[in-house]
């Protein structure tokens, strides 16, 4: 069973760099508090970390 992460968009992303946007947008997060799972993949934990301070991440069994 692979594992996978639940990230939770914690601040905006109005005012923020434009790839900053496009990242936060692939996740697929759109509004605050919004939650997502996604597969724990390089790819994805490349993403994350790029806007880490915009998001919250915890890994789900």
Do not use: A, C, F, W
Request: charged share 35%.
């Amino acid at each position: 069973m692979s594992k996978k992460l639940s990230i939770k968009l914690k601040r905006s992303y109005i005012g923020r760099p434009e790839k900053h946007r496009r990242v936060v947008m692939g996740l697929g997060l759109k509004k605050i508090d919004q939650v997502v799972i996604r597969l724990d993949t390089p790819e994805i934990r490349g993403m994350v970390n790029k806007v880490s301070h915009m998001l919250e991440v915890e890994e789900v069994k």
